[in-house]
């Protein structure tokens, strides 16, 4: 009699009180409105397109007939949401989850072209690189082939403006061990790549300013200045030590050639890169006891 009152109501609510009520009274009436219940939610999940109640529905109830169901309705609105959507974590979720079927090609397609807009819109090699590392075959490949030598270039002609050589100085310089030895001129600074994606092989060039001319020009090359790599240099410089203070000097970038150093491209350029670091050859020997 009470089932007959529910089945006439026919709302979630009636059923899952009267399912509470009878839960340890299993029965063809808990049984009918058991299944009716998962119709009801099923529908209504549907009806709202709330992915998050049909996968509660798919969860609480596992043996449930109507299950393939909510599954397959499950896919077909995550799909519609994501072909509609930016979210690229979801959209690697739907790929996981639904590997091999029909739909995780438009999913990796549209995923493919939301990174691309995203890493253009940035402006940065580093998420370009990236796209090409998580894209390797993709159809934009040349189009992001030829931002990334764009940018190249662009670094070239504008080297000055990331490139910044700092605290020059020439120090009178005479080997502790050679007392006979002449000193020489050493230009000493520190060179400073501000670029965050690009390395840069550099020439730098040196003169000296006396009297209103210059001499003394020596060119000299750093090879992988790493991004945001600040490196010191010293070289030296032809000519008679004067006798007073050193003499006024200039340095300044004359070429400079750039390369993206970030992920998804490894340059071969790079100073150290599969190289073996020198070993400390520190070795420290044990001293005696103090006597007392």
Not at 13 to 24: E, G
Not at 100 to 105: F, R
Not at 139 to 168: C, D, F, H, P
Not at 184 to 196: I, L
């Amino acid at each position: 009699a009470e089932y007959a009152e529910v089945r006439k109501k026919d709302k979630i609510a009636d059923y899952s009180r009267f399912l509470a009520r009878y839960r340890n009274s299993r029965s063809e009436w808990t049984a009918s409105a058991t299944q009716r219940l998962e119709r009801l939610l099923l529908d209504a999940a549907v009806a709202y397109n709330d992915p998050r109640a049909l996968s509660d529905f798919i969860q609480n109830h596992p043996t449930s007939p109507y299950r393939d169901e909510a599954r397959k309705a499950l896919k077909k609105i995550s799909f519609d949401r994501l072909l509609a959507s930016n979210d690229v974590s979801a959209m690697a979720g739907f790929i996981r989850r639904y590997k091999g079927s029909p739909e995780v090609a438009v999913v990796s397609k549209r995923m493919e072209e939301v990174m691309l807009r995203t890493a253009e819109r940035t402006g940065r090699a580093r998420d370009l690189g990236r796209f090409l590392k998580q894209f390797p075959n993709s159809s934009y490949r040349e189009r992001v082939a030829t931002a990334l030598s764009l940018m190249t270039r662009k670094r070239e002609q504008e080297v000055g403006r990331w490139i910044k050589v700092r605290n020059g100085e020439i120090e009178i310089f005479r080997p502790r061990q050679c007392r006979a030895c002449e000193p020489v001129m050493k230009v000493r600074a520190t060179v400073s790549n501000q670029d965050p994606d690009f390395a840069f092989d550099l020439v730098l060039q040196s003169e000296l300013k006396k009297r209103g001319e210059r001499c003394c020009r020596v060119t000299h090359r750093v090879k992988g200045i790493r991004p945001g790599e600040a490196r010191p240099i010293s070289f030296n410089i032809p000519g008679k030590v004067p006798a007073g203070p050193p003499p006024a000097f200039e340095i300044r970038i004359v070429k400079g050639r750039s390369y993206f150093a970030g992920d998804g491209v490894k340059s071969p350029d790079l100073q150290g890169q599969g190289e073996k670091l020198p070993r400390d050859r520190f070795a420290p020997k044990a001293v005696p006891p103090l006597g007392r």
